[in-house]
């Protein structure tokens, strides 16, 4: 054991007993109520399984007030991932059975930790709907022929939830007869003529119509004889009609008679488990069950649901089984509920339900891990392409004895063996839960044995071995290779046999050895151990080797490994084999780079010649060529010394005969592999046969990788000098330029004069400006530019331009291709980019003419004369020729002038100044365009001095020739002095030179002056009592107006933000206390109408009365923020605001005139009258007591005289 003092077994750490009963498959029907309450109270929820959950439940809320057809749910997940215990549990919260002093659904939310929104759903769903769930594993319910529908399925479980008969016609007649009273009466007589319970006797299927004939006409008066009853079964019988549709209805008039019975809301959910093995391949089953939960939606409307549990998801499992995309669609659609659980579920769910430790122990294990925490983290751990859990404290103590990656790996692995055997691991029903469990408290494992040990995959393998194929188990029970323990090589054939699943992870000797590690401790003594076991294993024939290590050879892949080695392999089959290697090893070789330039060489590999488009030979020899041909080094050397254009590359042939065995290999398993392909093979054979392809590929590689490294070792001759290589880390191109090195300067001897390294991105820069500080170092090195002076006299132009003159006096072709072509070969070596800048020099220079397509250039700066040089495929279409100014002040004043308009500095030449105003120029246009678009939005005042400026800048660009511009463009001075300056103030106004655009801000200060603050003058003036305006606001408003529309807004804007603030200011305080004021005064009225009404009137015709009133009160108070701009356009506007303040009367007498004719409707004998105080007391001024008498008697008199008539009189007043 480890170096640890601890002496606990464990079995001890563990928080529930490891050797209690833990169900290996959740069974959906299954409702043993003690089953159930402890699924519900171990039930592990992970994030993704509340997520589910939670959707789930919020789903069937929304059929409370909303009606809905998308009722189906799909929920997958391979074999162990949960997906039946999902479907369980789910059940089983929406049902909420009592169990004891508790309900499922409190269970279920004693498991809820810190989701307030999923215990909400829980709570809402029970409180909203009593549900009803039909849930059974669908396999196990179909009958043995196999020929029953998924509908005749449900029917029958539905049936048979309610109490009635299996067999359709059964349930129909008990339905019948229970509808019509006579039910009981019906099943006295069965039992009491057949001595049996009726629930036996009905399914007796070959005796029950016969029992039930003659009980029918005792317990009933509506048939004469055992006929008559004989012939109303008949009927039954004929015309019971079971489909999609008909179930559907079923189950929708019983959940409305529940309604109707119990004044619920009730829902019905049928729940199928494992639908995906049911329906295999058959199309038409899948499309039935896309049928019935179509019936469900349509029907049901929300009532019943639809949930299935798969193997895969909804959209994996149909291409398999529908062709056409449309019948895809529509099934996809009708599952909108779809939940997919993935092992990442399992990690938490082994923790906590398996592997959870008791408290004292935690501290325990956490010990453990500090005393090993180095050796864990270097050793203990998978080298794999995937991400695995880490090895930390926390994680060790939660997994223990098990390491994290084991728990990451193992649902992959049991994924990758179950794969084809239908749904379960290679046919047996094992989940990861039961397999973490069972190697713990298994006494032959780690049960009893001290903290320390771990959990190794050999365990793993044992615990599933009945689940893997009997004949892989027993070629590895016995393995007894020579030279190696028997223990040591079933342990690694198991843990090999287990990681060969997984293709992430490589199967080598460190990750085997990783996996069998019994305690912490050291690892090297096994790890000795475990390459030793492969060795032997290997060449006992039970592992092969991989391209990342080891793997499991099965029984089929072994005779296949004798078929290929009686494959017979002569010399020309290896040499054959050995030039294809070579023809790609050593083709990067034909290509080298000398100071920038790529140069091909003549490259022959084993005496053939394999490139031809250089000037500089290389001659290759492999490890083969020299197994069978006799070469000279010495003879070669020699005769190197008079070849300065050939070189010499001899091999290392030390690895001869590894390489001449991978050849060998890979011709016999290429050979098998041909003659199998297209047979009739078993899938052992097909997987055998896929093997050695992989081996293949692996040989291949390992053949180039010897290959290369065989030059990377060999020797390399030149002009007599010979070096020996030791460089694996070296690429075979690099090797070669040692030695081209020497010879490209002795074949090119004037390559040196054209050496620099030109791009592309040059021969763009040779056309612009070269007195700047930022031209490239290549031109000075080339001497083609000398202190931003061009250079023609330079020697790559003046050779190139001698070359065009020779050719035009020789009558030759002068294109750019044959330019290329020339300066390519010996002495020169230039590249065509050399080429084609010295072209440019010439041609920028004026020394030359270029004509592409009939279209002769004159200048450089003509439209498309730079792409000539500048894109190759022109350049080499281009024939060139020998070749012909503003006078010095007009240059000199557009420099000038460009400088100060543009702040554009160029150099004293036609061609520059020209560029110079074609840049500034077209930088404006493109600026004034984007302006005018949003200037005449607004109607700034300065558009069109913008637009007269775009019009000058436009007629200098369409100026036939550069003179002409140039001469237009000093013409232009005065104006455009004025218009440029113009333009650029607006450009910064408008935030096209700075970050801030102001434009907006203009844009809403227009639309305030011009519209709310028009509208709050009109009625300062209209209602003075009302409104005021201060003079302080009206003067700031009209300062704005006036400079809005002129062309000192920007030079004024400051001033224009300073008043529109205090404008704006002015309104919302106005705004604001008229909005009070309405309520105020609404408010007031409102109670005014409300004690004229008195106690006695309805609510519901108070509130009537009321109701333009209170639509008009408004809210107590508003705040406009002037910042967010809420002045602008508030709602309601400030003129609806006064007229519903002066307008509050009228609505006022309207409410009390409504009441008023309530009153006269109400038909009690009662005399209802109502005085207007106002007519009264309206005129009346009161300067002393004795002013009130008159008024009070002329109100006392018009009382007394409405009360004197006959009856009961009510009096109100307004």
């Given at each position: 054991m480890?170096?640890?003092?601890?002496t606990?077994?464990?079995?001890?750490?563990?928080?529930?007993?490891?050797?209690?009963?833990?169900d290996?498959?959740?069974?959906?029907?299954?409702d043993?109520p003690s089953?159930?309450?402890?699924?519900?109270?171990?039930?592990?929820?992970?994030?993704q399984?509340?997520?589910?959950?939670?959707?789930?439940?919020?789903?069937i809320?929304?059929?409370?007030?909303?009606?809905?057809?998308?009722?189906?749910m799909?929920?997958?997940?391979?074999?162990?991932?949960?997906?039946?215990?999902f479907?369980?549990?789910?059940?089983?919260?929406?049902?909420?059975?009592?169990?004891?002093?508790?309900?499922?659904?409190?269970?279920?939310?004693d498991?809820i930790?810190?989701n307030?929104?999923?215990?909400g759903?829980?709570?809402?769903?029970n409180?909203?709907?009593?549900s009803?769930v039909l849930?059974?594993?669908?396999?196990?319910?179909?009958?043995?022929?196999?020929?029953?529908?998924?509908?005749e399925?449900?029917?029958?479980?539905?049936?048979?939830s309610?109490?009635?008969a299996?067999?359709?016609?059964?349930?129909?007649?008990?339905?019948?007869?229970?509808s019509?009273?006579?039910?009981?009466?019906?099943?006295?007589?069965?039992?009491?003529?057949?001595?049996?319970?009726?629930?036996e006797?009905?399914?007796?299927?070959?005796?029950?119509?016969?029992?039930?004939?003659?009980?029918?006409?005792?317990?009933t008066?509506?048939?004469?004889?055992e006929?008559d009853?004989?012939r109303?079964?008949?009927?039954?019988q004929?015309?019971?009609?079971i489909?999609?549709?008909?179930?559907?209805?079923?189950?929708v008039?019983y959940?409305?008679?529940?309604?109707?019975?119990?004044?619920?809301?009730?829902?019905?959910?049928?729940?199928?488990?494992?639908?995906?093995?049911f329906i295999?391949?058959?199309?038409?089953?899948?499309?039935?069950?896309?049928?019935?939960?179509e019936?469900f939606?349509?029907?049901g409307?929300?009532?019943v649901?639809?949930?299935?549990?798969?193997?895969?998801?909804?959209?994996?499992?149909?291409?398999?089984?529908?062709?056409k995309?449309?019948?895809?669609?529509?099934?996809?659609?009708?599952?909108?509920?779809?939940f997919?659980?993935?092992?990442?579920?399992?990690d938490?769910?082994?923790?906590?339900?398996?592997?959870?430790?008791?408290?004292?122990?935690?501290?325990?294990?956490g010990?453990?891990?500090?005393?090993?925490?180095?050796?864990?983290?270097?050793?203990?751990?998978?080298?794999?392409?995937?991400?695995l859990k880490?090895?930390?404290?926390?994680?060790?103590?939660?997994?223990?004895?098990?390491?994290?990656?084991?728990?990451?790996?193992?649902?992959?692995?049991?994924?990758?063996?179950?794969?084809?055997?239908?749904?379960?691991?290679?046919g047996?029903?094992?989940?990861?839960?039961?397999?973490?469990q069972?190697v713990?408290?298994?006494?032959?494992?780690?049960?009893?044995?001290?903290?320390?040990?771990l959990?190794?995959?050999?365990?793993i393998f044992?615990?599933?071995?009945?689940?893997i194929?009997?004949s892989?188990?027993?070629?590895?029970?016995?393995?007894?290779?020579?030279?190696?323990?028997?223990?040591?090589?079933?342990r690694?054939?198991?843990s090999?046999?287990l990681?060969?699943?997984?293709?992430?992870?490589?199967?080598?000797?460190?990750?085997i050895?990783t996996?069998?590690?019994?305690?912490?401790?050291?690892?090297?003594?096994?790890?000795?151990?475990?390459?030793?076991?492969?060795?032997?294993?290997?060449?006992?024939?039970?592992?092969?080797?991989?391209?990342?290590?080891?793997?499991?050879?099965?029984?089929?892949?072994?005779e296949?490994?004798n078929?290929?080695?009686?494959i017979?392999?002569?010399?020309?089959?290896?040499?054959r084999?050995?030039?294809?290697?070579?023809?790609?090893?050593?083709?990067e070789?034909?290509?080298?780079?000398?100071?920038?330039?790529?140069?091909?060489?003549?490259?022959?590999i084993?005496?053939?010649g394999?490139?031809?488009?250089?000037?500089?030979?290389l001659?290759?020899?492999?490890?083969?060529?020299?197994?069978?041909e006799?070469?000279?080094?010495?003879?070669?050397?020699?005769?190197?010394?008079?070849e300065d254009?050939?070189?010499?590359?001899?091999a290392?042939?030390?690895?001869?005969h590894?390489?001449?065995e991978?050849?060998?290999?890979?011709?016999?398993?290429n050979?098998?592999?041909?003659?199998?392909r297209?047979?009739?093979?078993?899938?052992?054979?097909?997987?055998?046969?896929?093997?050695?392809?992989?081996d293949l590929?692996?040989?291949?590689?390992?053949?180039?990788?010897?290959?290369?490294?065989?030059?990377?070792?060999?020797t390399?001759?030149?002009?007599?000098d010979?070096?020996?290589?030791?460089a694996?880390?070296?690429?075979?191109?690099?090797?070669v330029?040692?030695?081209?090195?020497?010879?490209?300067?002795?074949?090119?001897?004037?390559?040196?004069?054209?050496?620099a390294?030109?791009?592309?991105?040059?021969?763009?820069?040779?056309?612009?400006?070269?007195?700047?500080?930022?031209?490239?170092?290549v031109?000075s090195?080339?001497?083609?530019?000398?202190?931003?002076?061009?250079?023609?006299?330079a020697?790559?132009?003046?050779?190139?331009e001698?070359?065009?003159?020779?050719r035009?006096?020789?009558?030759?072709?002068?294109?750019?291709?044959?330019?290329?072509?020339h300066?390519?070969?010996?002495p020169?070596?230039?590249?065509?980019?050399?080429?084609?800048?010295?072209?440019?020099v010439?041609?920028?220079?004026?020394?030359?003419?270029?004509?592409?397509?009939?279209?002769?250039?004159?200048?450089?700066?003509?439209?498309?004369?730079?792409?000539?040089?500048?894109?190759?495929?022109k350049?080499?279409?281009?024939s060139?020729d020998?070749?012909?100014?503003v006078?010095?002040?007009?240059?000199?004043?557009?420099?000038?002038?460009?400088?100060r308009?543009f702040?554009r500095?160029?150099?004293?030449?036609d061609?520059?100044?020209?560029?110079g105003?074609?840049?500034g120029?077209?930088?404006?246009v493109?600026?004034t365009?984007?302006?005018?678009?949003?200037?005449r939005?607004v109607?700034?005042?300065?558009?069109?001095?913008?637009?007269?400026?775009q019009t000058?800048?436009?007629?200098?660009?369409?100026?036939?020739?550069s003179?002409?511009?140039?001469?237009?463009?000093?013409?232009?001075?005065d104006?455009?002095?004025?218009?440029?300056?113009?333009?650029?103030?607006?450009?910064?106004?408008?935030?096209e030179?700075?970050g801030?655009?102001?434009?907006?801000e203009?844009?809403?200060?227009?639309?305030?002056?011009?519209?709310?603050?028009e509208?709050?003058?009109?009625?300062?003036?209209?209602?003075?009592?009302?409104?005021?305006?201060?003079?302080?606001?009206?003067?700031?408003?009209?300062?704005?107006?006036?400079?809005?529309?002129?062309?000192?807004?920007?030079?004024?804007?400051?001033?224009?933000k300073?008043?529109?603030?205090?404008?704006a200011?002015?309104?919302?305080?106005?705004?604001e206390?008229l909005?009070?004021?309405?309520?105020?005064?609404?408010?007031?009225?409102?109670?005014?109408?409300?004690?004229?009404?008195?106690s006695?009137?309805?609510?519901?015709?108070?509130?009537?009365?009321?109701?333009?009133?209170?639509?008009?009160q408004g809210?107590?108070?508003?705040?406009?923020?002037?910042s967010?701009?809420?002045?602008?356009n508030?709602?309601p506007?400030?003129?609806?605001?006064i007229?519903?303040?002066?307008?509050?009367d009228?609505y006022?007498n309207?409410?009390?005139?409504?009441?008023?004719n309530l009153d006269?409707?109400?038909?009690?004998?009662t005399?209802?009258?109502s005085?207007?105080?106002?007519?009264?007391f309206?005129?009346?001024?009161?300067?002393?007591?004795?002013?009130?008498?008159?008024?009070?008697?002329?109100l006392r008199?018009?009382?007394?005289?409405?009360l004197?008539?006959?009856?009961?009189?009510?009096?109100?007043?307004?």
């Amino acid at each position: 054991m480890s170096n640890t003092t601890s002496t606990q077994q464990i079995h001890e750490i563990f928080y529930r007993p490891i050797n209690r009963k833990i169900d290996r498959v959740v069974k959906v029907d299954n409702d043993d109520p003690s089953v159930v309450k402890k699924e519900l109270e171990e039930y592990i929820l992970t994030p993704q399984l509340e997520r589910h959950f939670s959707d789930a439940l919020e789903a069937i809320i929304d059929t409370e007030h909303t009606q809905t057809e998308d009722v189906g749910m799909w929920v997958s997940g391979f074999f162990g991932s949960g997906k039946s215990h999902f479907m369980k549990i789910l059940g089983h919260v929406l049902e909420n059975r009592e169990f004891a002093d508790t309900h499922a659904a409190e269970m279920f939310r004693d498991r809820i930790e810190g989701n307030e929104m999923l215990d909400g759903a829980v709570s809402s769903v029970n409180t909203k709907f009593d549900s009803e769930v039909l849930m059974f594993q669908i396999g196990a319910k179909a009958d043995a022929s196999g020929s029953e529908s998924i509908t005749e399925i449900i029917h029958r479980e539905f049936n048979i939830s309610r109490g009635y008969a299996s067999m359709p016609w059964v349930a129909q007649m008990e339905q019948e007869l229970e509808s019509r009273g006579v039910y009981d009466e019906f099943v006295g007589a069965i039992e009491a003529n057949t001595g049996k319970d009726w629930t036996e006797a009905r399914k007796d299927a070959m005796f029950v119509r016969s029992d039930m004939e003659t009980a029918l006409v005792e317990a009933t008066n509506e048939f004469d004889d055992e006929e008559d009853a004989a012939r109303a079964i008949d009927d039954v019988q004929d015309n019971v009609l079971i489909n999609a549709s008909t179930l559907a209805e079923d189950i929708v008039d019983y959940v409305e008679q529940r309604e109707a019975e119990t004044g619920d809301n009730c829902r019905y959910f049928v729940f199928i488990d494992e639908i995906s093995q049911f329906i295999g391949d058959d199309g038409q089953l899948l499309l039935e069950l896309q049928s019935i939960v179509e019936e469900f939606g349509q029907k049901g409307k929300g009532k019943v649901f639809l949930g299935v549990t798969s193997q895969e998801q909804l959209q994996q499992l149909i291409p398999g089984v529908l062709e056409k995309e449309a019948e895809e669609s529509k099934v996809i659609d009708r599952f909108p509920h779809r939940f997919d659980l993935t092992s990442e579920n399992l990690d938490k769910v082994v923790r906590d339900r398996v592997l959870s430790k008791k408290g004292e122990f935690r501290g325990t294990l956490g010990d453990l891990y500090d005393q090993h925490e180095g050796i864990l983290s270097a050793r203990y751990k998978l080298d794999s392409s995937q991400s695995l859990k880490p090895i930390n404290r926390e994680n060790f103590i939660d997994c223990y004895p098990f390491l994290p990656y084991q728990l990451d790996i193992l649902p992959e692995m049991f994924k990758a063996l179950g794969k084809g055997s239908d749904d379960q691991l290679a046919g047996s029903e094992r989940t990861l839960i039961d397999v973490t469990q069972s190697v713990l408290k298994d006494e032959d494992h780690l049960y009893d044995d001290e903290l320390g040990a771990l959990v190794t995959l050999d365990m793993i393998f044992d615990e599933i071995s009945n689940d893997i194929p009997s004949s892989d188990v027993k070629s590895i029970r016995e393995a007894r290779p020579k030279d190696a323990d028997p223990a040591t090589a079933r342990r690694v054939l198991k843990s090999l046999y287990l990681l060969q699943q997984l293709a992430w992870i490589p199967n080598t000797a460190d990750n085997i050895a990783t996996s069998l590690q019994t305690e912490l401790g050291p690892t090297k003594q096994l790890e000795g151990d475990v390459e030793d076991t492969l060795d032997a294993l290997v060449d006992a024939g039970y592992v092969g080797r991989s391209e990342e290590g080891y793997r499991f050879l099965r029984e089929t892949e072994r005779e296949l490994e004798n078929e290929i080695k009686g494959i017979e392999v002569g010399p020309g089959d290896i040499r054959r084999s050995s030039k294809r290697f070579l023809n790609d090893i050593l083709d990067e070789t034909s290509r080298v780079n000398y100071e920038g330039k790529t140069f091909q060489l003549n490259l022959s590999i084993d005496g053939e010649g394999i490139t031809s488009k250089g000037y500089i030979d290389l001659k290759t020899y492999s490890p083969i060529y020299q197994r069978y041909e006799d070469l000279d080094p010495d003879g070669l050397k020699t005769q190197s010394f008079s070849e300065d254009g050939t070189l010499y590359w001899i091999a290392d042939n030390e690895k001869q005969h590894d390489i001449y065995e991978k050849l060998k290999s890979i011709f016999q398993i290429n050979t098998v592999v041909k003659e199998k392909r297209g047979n009739e093979l078993s899938q052992e054979e097909q997987e055998a046969l896929g093997q050695k392809q992989e081996d293949l590929q692996r040989l291949r590689n390992e053949a180039e990788r010897e290959f290369k490294r065989s030059f990377q070792r060999g020797t390399l001759i030149y002009n007599g000098d010979t070096q020996e290589f030791d460089a694996t880390n070296t690429s075979l191109s690099s090797l070669v330029s040692r030695k081209t090195d020497n010879a490209i300067p002795k074949v090119f001897t004037s390559f040196k004069h054209g050496s620099a390294s030109v791009r592309d991105r040059h021969l763009e820069q040779i056309f612009g400006d070269l007195q700047g500080s930022s031209n490239p170092s290549v031109f000075s090195e080339l001497g083609v530019v000398q202190d931003g002076e061009l250079i023609a006299e330079a020697r790559i132009a003046a050779e190139v331009e001698d070359e065009i003159q020779r050719r035009e006096k020789a009558g030759e072709s002068r294109s750019g291709g044959d330019l290329i072509d020339h300066f390519a070969e010996p002495p020169y070596g230039w590249s065509r980019e050399v080429v084609r800048l010295a072209a440019a020099v010439l041609f920028r220079n004026g020394s030359i003419i270029p004509t592409y397509k009939e279209r002769t250039y004159g200048t450089y700066t003509e439209d498309g004369a730079q792409e000539l040089f500048t894109q190759v495929t022109k350049f080499k279409s281009t024939s060139f020729d020998e070749r012909e100014t503003v006078d010095i002040d007009t240059r000199t004043d557009a420099k000038q002038l460009l400088d100060r308009l543009f702040d554009r500095k160029v150099k004293s030449t036609d061609q520059a100044v020209d560029e110079g105003i074609r840049e500034g120029a077209n930088q404006w246009v493109s600026t004034t365009s984007t302006l005018l678009s949003q200037l005449r939005r607004v109607d700034f005042p300065l558009a069109d001095d913008i637009e007269q400026f775009q019009t000058r800048l436009q007629n200098l660009l369409q100026q036939p020739t550069s003179a002409k511009r140039i001469k237009q463009f000093v013409e232009f001075e005065d104006d455009l002095e004025d218009l440029t300056k113009t333009a650029r103030d607006v450009a910064e106004f408008c935030g096209e030179t700075s970050g801030e655009n102001r434009l907006k801000e203009y844009e809403t200060i227009q639309r305030f002056i011009t519209t709310e603050w028009e509208s709050l003058i009109d009625e300062a003036n209209d209602h003075p009592g009302l409104v005021d305006v201060s003079d302080d606001a009206r003067d700031a408003a009209d300062r704005v107006k006036n400079t809005l529309d002129t062309e000192g807004v920007i030079s004024q804007w400051n001033n224009v933000k300073t008043d529109y603030r205090t404008a704006a200011e002015a309104f919302t305080t106005t705004y604001e206390s008229l909005y009070e004021k309405r309520y105020e005064t609404y408010s007031d009225s409102i109670d005014s109408v409300k004690s004229y009404a008195g106690s006695n009137i309805d609510e519901s015709n108070l509130h009537s009365a009321l109701s333009d009133l209170t639509e008009r009160q408004g809210g107590g108070a508003v705040d406009l923020d002037i910042s967010n701009e809420d002045h602008i356009n508030p709602d309601p506007s400030i003129t609806r605001l006064i007229e519903h303040i002066q307008t509050v009367d009228s609505y006022e007498n309207g409410a009390k005139t409504e009441i008023d004719n309530l009153d006269d409707d109400d038909d009690d004998g009662t005399i209802r009258e109502s005085v207007d105080i106002d007519d009264i007391f309206g005129n009346v001024v009161v300067t002393e007591p004795d002013d009130i008498e008159a008024p009070i008697n002329e109100l006392r008199g018009e009382i007394e005289g409405l009360l004197d008539q006959d009856g009961d009189v009510e009096i109100r007043f307004r």
